[in-house]
């Protein structure tokens, strides 16, 4: 069968041929229709996300959609290993898929799928968002932080802040306020202080760096004294690490945790992906995307803007 293929360390993928996957006990085999390059995907393929354990070669791709064999159509996520989401078939464990709504569409449901989880586990399992608080979500002009303004709406929030570096893609934002990334930092600090002061429940974090330590400094130092200020961290587009001030966790109840997977189990994942499934059609949880055949993957690999859907044929 076709499928889009890692031969060894620090390759892109290719196109070609796999061997077929012969589905076990417990579990299922998947005639894929539509599987999104995520990040998670490109650095499980590239062997740098905390969660692979890859064996040479592989096929890429972490989740997708496609039907059973009599015809059921489903979402499927983490192929037992070496199959992937990127080919013609692959096989899951039973409890790794779900079947679809009928009113979406196979490639807008891989689409959605793993950046629509990212903040619905984050404010669901983590946060436990409650109806009225108030969410800023840092770094909302990447896909997963675009769905993550809708998803806050949704969930109950009754005020969304978001932050980011493009500028035009912040105003076009169902956001109640926003915050540009692009100021200098004294800048910045006092402008999150002033959103702070006002008050802040929730923190999603997409980025971690410099954005982050700042937001957590102005939490520290505006946030209503005793009121606790939940900060998920989701992803590190920004930088892995930082530098923050011992003062800051003494002087303040900011409550740090983290958001995938370790912390949140997959039929927790799996639950809320169901739940973005289930709000797209009344939240608005679509992203602009474009259909890739299969073929064509190592050239598309590396590709930015548009989110890629590719499809086996």
């Not at 569409?105 to 990212?118: C, K, Q, T, V």
């Not at 679509?286 to 890739?292: F, Q």
Request: no cysteine; proline share 6%; aromatic share 6%.
């Amino acid at each position: 069968m076709k499928a889009a293929i890692v031969a060894q360390p620090n390759s892109l993928p290719i196109a070609g041929d796999f061997p077929e996957p012969v589905p076990g006990p417990d579990e299922v085999r998947i005639h894929v229709t539509a599987s999104a390059l995520s990040q998670l995907a490109k650095g499980r393929a590239a062997g740098r996300h905390y969660s692979v354990t890859a064996q040479f070669p592989f096929v890429v791709g972490v989740d997708g959609v496609g039907h059973l064999d009599d015809g059921r159509r489903v979402y499927f996520a983490l192929p037992r290993a070496p199959h992937g989401a990127m080919a013609e078939r692959t096989v899951v464990s039973n409890g790794h898929w779900l079947p679809l709504p009928d009113d979406l569409d196979d490639a807008s449901a891989a689409a959605i799928a793993n950046p629509g989880m990212s903040s619905w586990a984050a404010l669901t399992e983590r946060a436990g968002l409650k109806a009225g608080e108030t969410v800023l979500i840092n770094g909302a002009t990447g896909v997963a932080g675009m769905l993550a303004v809708r998803i806050a709406r949704h969930l109950g929030a009754a005020r969304v802040i978001a932050t980011g570096r493009n500028e035009t893609a912040l105003r076009n934002l169902r956001a109640d306020a926003v915050i540009s990334l692009r100021q200098e930092e004294a800048a910045l600090e006092a402008d999150l202080r002033e959103h702070f002061a006002d008050g802040i429940d929730i923190v999603l974090d997409y980025l971690w760096g410099t954005s982050a330590r700042l937001i957590l400094v102005a939490g520290a130092k505006a946030g209503p004294e005793g009121v606790p200020i939940r900060f998920v961290q989701i992803g590190a587009a920004s930088g892995a690490e930082i530098a923050i001030p011992a003062a800051v966790l003494r002087s303040s109840s900011i409550e740090m945790k983290g958001s995938g997977f370790g912390s949140v189990g997959l039929p927790r994942f799996i639950a809320a992906i169901a739940g973005v499934f289930g709000a797209a059609a009344e939240a608005g949880l679509a992203l602009d995307y474009r259909t890739v055949p299969l073929a064509q993957v190592t050239e598309t690999w590396r590709d930015e803007g548009r989110r890629i859907v590719y499809q086996p044929r």
